[in-house]
T-cell receptor
Framework: AQKVTQAQTEISVVEKEDVTLDCVYE???????LFWYKQPPSGELVFLIR??????QNEISGRYSWNFQKSTSSFNFTITASQVVDSAVYFC???????????FGQGTRLTINP | DAGVIQSPRHEVTEMGQEVTLRCKPI?????LFWYRQTMMRGLELLIY????????DSGMPEDRFSAKMPNASFSTLKIQPSEPRDSAVYFC?????????????FGQGTRLTVV
C-alpha cells in the first residue's frame, strides 16, 4: 500500500527564516514518483515539483529546494528566506509507476509572519 | 493555455437537490481526474478518465455520485440527491501521460456546501 506522512500539521515562522517541511512515504514499488503541491489561501492546488525514484539528485529552484533520500524514504522541502507569500498548505504526494492515482499526505499548513 | 477550468467556484444547495460540477481540462491532456478535499479525509481520488473513458471509479463514495466525460474538453461530476456530508471542495485535474508519468494540473476547485 502507498502512504504519505506529513507529520507537521502546522508550522509558523517569522519572515526570512528558513523552514523545512517533512515528507515520509511508504511504498513497495521500486519505481515511483513524488510530488509537492502548494495550496495558497485562494484554494487552488499549484504543482511545485516532480521527482522520479531513480533520480536522487536534490533540486534547487530559487528559494525552494528539495532533498530526496531513498534510504529514509523522505522527500523534504526547504524554503530559504521565507516570505509572507509562502504562507499556504503544502502537500506531498506519491504515485506508482504506471498508475495515475496520486496519494496525498495530510498537508502542512505553513504560516509566515511578518 | 488557461489551465484547468472548473465551474462553479462556489455552490450552495439544499439537501436533496441535484448538483452538477463542471470541468474543462487542459487541451491535449489525456487524463482527467476528480478529487475531493475534506478536513477529515484530506484529498482523495474519486474517479479518473483516460481518453474520455472512465478507468477507475473505486473512489466514488456512493451511487449518488456519477461522472461523465462526453468529449476531450468537458467533464461533469453529478451528485443526486445531495447530502450535507457531501460538502467539500471538489477538484478537477488533468495530465498528459506521454512516455513518462507526469504531474497533474489542478483547477481552482468548486466549494460545495449542502445545507
Amino acid at each position: 500500500a502507498q502512504k504519505v506522512t506529513q507529520a507537521q500539521t502546522e508550522i509558523s515562522v517569522v519572515e526570512k527564516e528558513d523552514v523545512t517541511l517533512d515528507c515520509v512515504y511508504e511504498t513497495r514499488d521500486t519505481t515511483y514518483y513524488l510530488f509537492w503541491y502548494k495550496q495558497p489561501p485562494s484554494g487552488e492546488l499549484v504543482f511545485l515539483i516532480r521527482r522520479n525514484s531513480f533520480d536522487e539528485q536534490n533540486e534547487i529552484s530559487g528559494r525552494y529546494s528539495w532533498n530526496f533520500q531513498k534510504s529514509t524514504s523522505s522527500f523534504n522541502f526547504t524554503i530559504t528566506a521565507s516570505q509572507v507569500v509562502d504562507s499556504a498548505v503544502y502537500f506531498c504526494a506519491l504515485k506508482r509507476q504506471g498508475a495515475q492515482k496520486l496519494v496525498f499526505g495530510q498537508g502542512t499548513r505553513l504560516t509566515i509572519n511578518p | 493555455d488557461a489551465g484547468v477550468i472548473q465551474s462553479p467556484r462556489h455552490e450552495v444547495t439544499e439537501m436533496g437537490q441535484e448538483v452538477t460540477l463542471r470541468c474543462k481540462p487542459i487541451s491535449g491532456h489525456d487524463y482527467l481526474f476528480w478529487y475531493r478535499q475534506t478536513m477529515m479525509r484530506g484529498l482523495e481520488l474519486l474517479i479518473y478518465f483516460n481518453n474520455n473513458v472512465p478507468i477507475d471509479d473505486s473512489g466514488m463514495p456512493e451511487d449518488r455520485f456519477s461522472a461523465k466525460m462526453p468529449n476531450a474538453s468537458f467533464s461533469t461530476l453529478k451528485i443526486q440527491p445531495s447530502e450535507p456530508r457531501d460538502s467539500a471542495v471538489y477538484f478537477c485535474a488533468s495530465s498528459f501521460a506521454g512516455h513518462m508519468n507526469t504531474e497533474a494540473f489542478f483547477g481552482q476547485g468548486t466549494r460545495l456546501t449542502v445545507v
